[in-house]
């Protein structure tokens, strides 16, 4: 079994920044791919960003530019920078790892608010 503890959500103003983190813990073998998503009310959970165990990132076009994913692999914690934030980012942020035989585990969520 996998835990993933997320932090770093918050409220914040249009134009200002914010870092998730991510921890993953307990019988990890091999973590591959790990990642960011989010949902906002009555929507579905979309990607955000997504990076390889060998550091290739891939991100949605709405955050290109604005939002940084990055991993520490001694560590087993994803982050994500965001910068230049708008009301549109707001939703619960979940962290997801994929690990030996492609099985996802998915973060608790947390939530980031920006205002306008």
């Known amino acids: 079994q996998v835990q993933l503890v997320e932090s770093g959500g918050g409220l914040v103003q249009a134009g200002g920044s914010l870092r998730l983190s991510c921890a993953a813990s307990g019988r990890i073998f091999s973590i591959n791919t790990m990642g960011w998503h989010r949902q906002a009310p009555g929507r579905q959970r979309d990607m955000v960003a997504t990076?390889?165990?060998?550091?290739?990132?891939n991100y949605a076009d709405s955050v290109k530019g604005r939002f940084t994913i990055s991993r520490d692999n001694a560590k087993n914690t994803v982050y994500l920078q965001m910068s230049d934030l708008k009301p549109e980012d707001t939703a619960v942020y979940y962290c997801?790892?994929?690990?030996?035989?492609?099985?996802?585990?998915w973060g608790q969520g947390t939530q980031v608010t920006v205002s306008s």
């Open positions: 997801a790892v994929v690990v030996t035989r492609g099985i996802v585990y």
């Open positions: 990076i390889s165990s060998g550091g290739s990132a």
